[in-house]
């Protein structure tokens, strides 16, 4: 026989693994005017404060300025306050300082970070709540980092934080995962350049693809995190460039170019001097800040050009990587010019750094509980129109519909989707409710007859006893 707590833990647990998010789904935005600059916006607290952060690979951290700041600079929105400092502040004794592997001072749990360019931020551990929407109304408790110093160009930057993806076990992604917030410890990054992409953390999205197209690459882990990949060698029209110095790869989302030591680089620009000519692709010039560009003289020659720059492969000992034009160009023309650049350049670092540019058009999948990160190729879904002023168009179904009227459109049946959900688990609750209660009503039936079978019993015992009594003649 069920008992009536046993019922009340049952109905607790699976209104647990109903309320259970398996997928969130965040968008990217992209800042205007400048680019690939790249981001995602939580909210705070019971006001719901937007925060918007720089998504790092690189880093675990996740963390912007609080009303503590002391030397924070002024970025999107208003720095979140810290409404109850004493319940929400980590102290040094909690055990979620030593999780976090938190410094201790002032009996506070405090954190530092360091970045390149001697940059770094530091700060205070808090218990704060969080949602993904505006207009959520369930908020989770989390520990995330209350900034409360910043230096150098962090101090500039426009977003509000940094949200520390990297496979350390205390970046956000684990901590969603170990607070049971989302149902797989992945997430994966879909970035289209001039436009806006998602962040999906739990599940692999399948809006735009489905789990049998996926490319896997494993990748190791070495002291720093980061995720590591192994390149075999590059292929441009059918030459293959072997990375003799067997390089390690990294995916760095808080870099924008594609960054290959000089060796490799000074090979592939090569090839493209060899077959690049000036009337097929543009003419090649070196600049400062991108390595090469090319030089047009409208945006229409822009347009039709680009189309014919190399497509690079770069061959994973899994899956060799098909990187197009499309995908890695950068666009940085002004009102009276016209120029294109190679979204890569070279570096004296002994790494290949794999930048956004790298990740244009592919949902890039990190699966960091089996160590491999997967590609799904997008693009075999996009019209990959190089028109500034157009939107990116989606195949579907034969539709004309813009990349933004499609998350429109998704939105709506999203909403549409969240309202049949919302039926759907009502309809369930009410119907685990109903036999939870039929349940009881059985069981207290049954106790009922219990009771009555048990009071009879002891009425016959009584009149037993009572003639026992009798017949030794005790009164």
């Known amino acids: 026989m069920i008992s009536k707590n046993n019922l009340v833990y049952l109905f607790i647990l699976i209104t647990v693994k109903i309320n259970l998010i398996k997928n969130i789904i965040l968008p990217i935005?992209?800042?205007?005017?400048?680019?690939?600059?790249?981001?995602?916006?939580?909210?705070?607290?019971?006001a719901k404060v937007p925060q918007t952060f720089i998504l790092d690979t690189t880093s675990s951290i996740i963390?912007?300025?609080?009303?503590?700041?002391?030397?924070?600079?002024?970025?999107?929105n208003e720095w979140y306050n810290i409404t109850n400092t004493e319940k929400q502040i980590l102290s040094c004794n909690n055990n979620k300082c030593g999780e976090l592997s938190g410094n201790?001072?002032?009996?506070?749990?405090?954190?530092?970070?360091?970045?390149?360019?001697?940059?770094?931020?530091?700060?205070?551990?808090?218990?704060?709540?969080?949602?993904?929407?505006?207009?959520?109304?369930?908020?989770?408790?989390?520990?995330?980092g209350c900034t409360i110093n910043e230096t150098n160009y962090i101090i500039a930057q426009d977003s509000d934080g940094i949200m520390g993806l990297n496979n350390d076990e205390n970046s956000f992604i684990n901590i969603l995962y170990k607070s049971h917030i989302i149902s797989n410890n992945l997430f994966s990054?879909?970035?289209?350049?001039?436009?806006?992409?998602?962040l999906s953390l739990g599940e692999i999205n399948k809006q735009f693809n489905s789990t049998e197209n996926i490319?896997?690459?494993?990748?190791?882990i070495d002291g720093e995190n980061y995720y590591k990949l192994q390149i075999d060698s590059f292929e441009i029209n059918g030459k293959t460039i072997d990375n003799n110095n067997n390089y390690p790869a990294i995916i760095d989302t808080t870099a924008t170019l594609t960054s290959f030591p000089k060796d490799l680089y000074d090979s592939i620009i090569n090839e493209f001097d060899k077959k690049c000519r000036e009337d097929l692709c543009g003419k090649l010039v070196k600049n400062r800040h991108f390595g090469v560009?090319?030089?047009?003289?409208?945006?229409d020659e822009m347009m039709s050009k680009i189309k014919y720059w190399l497509n690079i492969k770069i061959n994973f000992k899994e899956y060799k990587y098909d990187w197009r034009p499309g995908n890695y160009w950068v666009n940085i023309s002004t009102e009276h010019t016209h120029r294109a650049c190679l979204g890569f350049e070279s570096t004296t670092e002994d790494v290949i750094t794999l930048g956004t540019t790298f990740m244009h058009g592919y949902d890039v999948i990190f699966d960091r509980k089996n160590s491999k990160i997967g590609f799904i190729d997008v693009n075999s879904n996009l019209n990959l129109n190089l028109n500034l002023t157009s939107d990116v168009i989606l195949n579907n179904n034969n539709s004309n519909n813009s990349y933004f009227d499609y998350i429109e459109e998704n939105k709506i049946n999203k909403e549409g989707g969240s309202v049949i959900k919302s039926f759907l688990i009502f309809s369930i609750f009410i119907i685990i409710i109903i036999i939870i209660l039929f349940v009881i009503y059985t069981s207290w039936g049954k106790d009922k007859k219990i009771t009555k079978r048990f009071r009879r019993n002891r009425v016959i015992i009584r009149y037993k006893d009572k003639e026992r009594k009798n017949f030794l003649g005790d009164k």
């Open 104 to 144: 201790c001072e002032d009996n506070q749990c405090t954190y530092k970070y360091d970045y390149y360019e001697d940059a770094y931020i530091k700060g205070i551990y808090v218990n704060e709540r969080i949602c993904f929407e505006k207009n959520a109304e369930e908020l989770y408790n989390i520990t995330i």
């Open 215 to 220: 490319n896997y690459v494993p990748f190791s």
């Open 63 to 76: 963390s912007s300025p609080c009303n503590l700041c002391t030397t924070c600079g002024y970025h999107s």
């Open 29 to 46: 935005n992209i800042e205007p005017n400048k680019t690939f600059y790249f981001y995602t916006t939580l909210y705070y607290g019971d």
């Open 189 to 198: 990054i879909f970035l289209y350049q001039n436009n806006s992409g998602y």
């Open 293 to 299: 560009c090319a030089i047009f003289s409208d945006e």
